[in-house]
Nanobody, 112 residues
Framework: QVQLVESGGGLVQPGGSLRLSCAAP????????MGWHRQAPGTEREFVAGITTGGASNYADSVKGRFTISRDNAKNTVYLQMNNLKPEDTAVYYC??????WGQGTQVTVSS
């Protein structure tokens, strides 16, 4: 089994920041597209951000301008820097390389 290790979630005030990390085996990290998805209770899982091996990125409209996805190839890790967090960003965030694998998720809660 391939393990994706997510970290960085937590409780933050509105307007605050968090950085999520996803460490993957090199064979998985080399997949062309890696992304972050999220799911709040009672909602469908939705795409948040993605990045290619070359560093090209794209974002959901709801997070554009606030979130930044990046990757460190030497560490086989993809990051999601989340700034100006809003209560509606509260969700479980999942690392998802293109394909069948999903991380276990890390909880992000934005609340006063």
């Amino acid at each position: 089994q391939v393990q994706l290790v997510e970290s960085g979630g937590g409780l933050v005030q509105p307007g605050g920041s968090l950085r999520l990390s996803c460490a993957a085996p090199e064979s998985i990290f080399s997949i062309y597209f890696m992304g972050w998805h999220r799911q709040a209770p009672g909602t469908e899982r939705e795409f948040v951000a993605g990045i290619t091996t070359g560093g090209a990125s794209n974002y959901a409209d709801s997070v554009k301008g606030r979130f930044t996805i990046s990757r460190d190839n030497a560490k086989n890790t993809v990051y999601l820097q989340m700034n100006n967090l809003k209560p509606e960003d509260t969700a479980v965030y999942y690392c998802h390389p293109d394909g069948p694998l999903w991380g276990q998720g890390t909880q992000v809660t934005v609340s006063s």
